[in-house]
């Protein structure tokens, strides 16, 4: 997944970004393809960090949840 979104940023034009996408069911609301990106990056974004709190609360410990990313603490801080 993370290749895929890699490729979609990268390749991602002006003419596409604009383009409208319009959710397929019935009364689906019309946005464009860049906002469509956005919105699924952080509607992701919100499940990892249910998941992450879920674990978190049944034990399981910071080791083995090597796939989470940490931000690096600054030098004196």
Known sequence: M??????TIAE???????????????GG??????????YTMRHVQEHAAQLSLFLGQHGTPDE???????AQEEAGL
């Not at 596409?16 to 019935?26: D, E, G, H, I, V």
């Not at 083995?64 to 940490?70: E, H, I, K, S, T």
């Open 64 to 70: 083995a949840l090597d796939w989470v990313g940490r």
């Open 2 to 7: 993370r290749k895929k979104c890699h490729t």
């Open 29 to 38: 609301t019309s946005i464009s393809f860049l906002e469509l990106q956005l």
């Open 12 to 26: 991602l034009t002006d003419e596409k970004a604009y383009q409208p996408f319009t959710f397929p069911w019935p």
